[in-house]
């Protein structure tokens, strides 16, 4: 369930596993032991994070709010992992304000979330992607593993695509790759990269498409598969009043008239 509306944003920095979980009254040697713990865990990681000393400042963009809590504790340890998540968010609105307001070097980034999904925060991230000195580098970080989502997102400026099957441990080594500036994609996914963008038979960007966003791209294609506006809404967890808004907002940019021609188009796409 989408959680758009909690309060998310900068994060004041990390904490360590003692600060998190305070027992009250605890011991002093108690706290040593922990920090003994903490130290062997690290496996002789520096004092700047990761054994090779790296840092990444992060911010976490997803609806599902256990599903940030679930990545935060699993690549948060910063004097472990060397990774920092500074801001979380739960949208697009706040994901391009919280991202304009820590400038993190890398974001973990879902591809479907309310408000245009992540092809529209890259849109409108496209000025720190290109600062040449603190370029924001992207990450797709999704459950999904549609083609056009994987192409959709790496077209918009993402340095990669993981699904969210990926280890912790897998996922703090992809965050500082795409921070060094590579390319990374889950293994499953990158011969299929490969492949879409060098096949002739790919298809040509369709700038029509890409004046949709991600939201009405959904909704197009469940008109085109004869659903009626209150089955959109159920499925896509808005009102049946935000479904016919994104009609007319597809029929407008694509300068269609009517949900037959809408169908016609989509299937002419091979979009259904």
């Not at 003692?18 to 108690?30: D, K, Y």
């Not at 008109?223 to 907002?249: D, N």
Request: hydrophobic letters at 40%; charged letters at 25%; aromatic letters at 4%.
């Amino acid at each position: 369930m989408s959680d758009a509306s909690e309060p998310v944003g900068p994060r004041g920095g990390s904490e360590s596993a003692a600060e998190a979980n305070p027992q009250a009254g605890a011991p002093e040697p108690a706290q040593s032991a922990d920090a003994t713990a903490e130290a062997a865990e690290a496996g002789g990681a520096s004092a700047g994070g990761d054994p090779e000393g790296r840092r990444a400042r992060v911010v976490l963009v997803d609806d599902h709010r256990m599903f940030r809590t679930g990545v935060q504790a699993e690549i948060g340890r910063t004097a472990i992992t060397g990774v920092e998540v500074v801001g979380e968010a739960a949208d697009v609105d706040q994901a391009v304000t919280v991202i304009t307001t820590t400038r993190p070097e890398v974001v973990l980034l879902d591809v479907h979330l309310p408000g245009g999904g992540g092809v529209e925060v890259l849109r409108r991230c496209a000025p720190l992607m290109s600062d040449a000195e603190r370029p924001v580098r992207f990450l797709a970080l999704s459950v999904s593993d549609a083609a056009e989502d994987v192409i959709g997102v790496i077209r918009g400026g993402a340095r990669g695509y993981v699904t969210k099957t990926i280890t912790g441990t897998d996922l703090v080594d992809s965050i500082f790759r795409v921070q060094d500036g590579d390319a990374v994609f889950s293994p499953r996914l990158a011969g299929f990269v490969l492949d879409a963008f060098a096949s002739t038979d790919a298809p040509p960007v369709d700038e029509d498409l890409d004046r949709l966003t991600q939201r009405e791209r959904e909704v197009l294609r469940l008109i085109a598969r004869g659903y009626a506006y209150k089955e959109i809404a159920k499925q896509l967890f808005i009102s049946v009043k935000t479904v016919e808004s994104h009609v007319s907002a597809v029929l407008r940019k694509l300068q269609l008239s009517n949900r037959h021609e809408l169908t016609r188009w989509a299937t002419a796409r091979r979009l259904v």
